[in-house]
């Protein structure tokens, strides 16, 4: 008899053990989870922040003042504007042409 009762005294003291480990390692698990939540909820928020700020850069308003500032831009008017007509190319437009080093063919596709 006292070998059955060693054997279930080993036993119940062999699940206790595994029951402790399995609470530690499922408080640990659940941190993990709380972690990996919080994380995914910081990354959301700064994805959306930065979308709002893609679409701040991206109103017309700032890329013509960008294109007007840093790149020299203009706005067109008809006293700038360079009309193209169907038919041969003017003299001085070839010779101008030829001289940059631009193929010019005598009609304008």
């Known amino acids: ?14 699940s206790a ?16 989870l709380d972690k990996a939540r919080s994380q995914a909820h910081r990354i ?6 930065l979308q709002v700020e893609k ?3 991206a109103t017309p308003l700032r890329v013509e ?3 007007k500032e840093q790149l020299q831009m203009r706005s067109t008017t008809p006293a700038i504007t360079h009309y193209v007509s169907y038919g041969t190319v003017p003299a001085q437009a070839a010779s101008g042409a030829a001289a940059s080093g631009v193929a010019v063919s005598g009609r304008v596709q």
Do not use: C, G, I, P
């Open 1 to 14: 008899m006292s070998r059955v009762n060693l054997f279930l005294l080993l036993a119940v003291l062999a």
């Open 17 to 32: 053990l595994y029951l402790v480990n399995v609470q530690y390692e499922s408080r640990r698990l659940f941190s993990e």
């Open 44 to 49: 959301e928020s700064d994805k959306e922040r």
């Open 55 to 57: 679409r701040a850069q």
């Open 65 to 67: 003042k960008l294109a």
